[in-house]
Nanobody
């Protein structure tokens, strides 16, 4: 059974940091491109960052220099380190696994940025 379980979301003040984790199981994690998306209610889901099976990362322009995606293939986990958070970063963050035509999604974790 495929599972992607996100954790690490919560409430943080502007300028603060959070580290999201996504634990994967039920598929061959190491060959999948992994990504983090986010969605604000009523808006389209947007790509935040992705990392290839080889570890190459790309980011949305809005998070460059503030967010870092990484993966640990030994632990089947992908991370998103979020620093210098802004109110506009508040959203539900989703973990995604992508290999060819196969895509899996987690259930999401809420990030709230507010003073």
């Amino acid at each position: 059974q495929v599972r992607l379980v996100e954790s690490g979301g919560g409430l943080v003040q502007p300028g603060g940091s959070l580290r999201l984790s996504c634990a994967a199981s039920g598929f061959r994690f190491s060959i999948y491109k992994m990504a983090w998306y986010r969605q604000v209610h009523g808006k389209q889901r947007e790509l935040v960052a992705h990392i290839t099976e080889g570890g190459s990362a790309n980011y949305a322009e809005s998070v460059v220099g503030r967010f870092t995606i990484s993966r640990d293939n030994a632990k089947n986990t992908v991370f998103l380190q979020m620093d210098s958070l802004k109110p506009e970063d508040a959203a539900v963050y989703y973990c995604n696994a992508d290999w060819g035509s196969t895509r899996y999604w987690g259930q999401g974790t809420q990030v709230t940025v507010s003073s």
